[in-house]
């Protein structure tokens, strides 16, 4: 299992969930991704995305202006 981080600070929706898509295309399913993000729409457009397509959300954390979502890649 691979740990991968994401930076998508400074980008507006679509942005976010497109970079998260064309990351975890790179991964294997089990792989955990870190998207680091300052966009507030990323804490639903993400989550919402990884539902749709078969990944898991295994933590979300805000801390003052950013935001850090981890995905699980899904099979």
Known sequence: MKQVELDARRLLCPLPVIKTQ???GELSPGDILK???TDPGALSDIPAWARIHGHQIVGTVKESDEIMITVQVGA
């Open 35 to 37: 998207v680091i993000c």
């Open 22 to 24: 064309n990351k975890v």
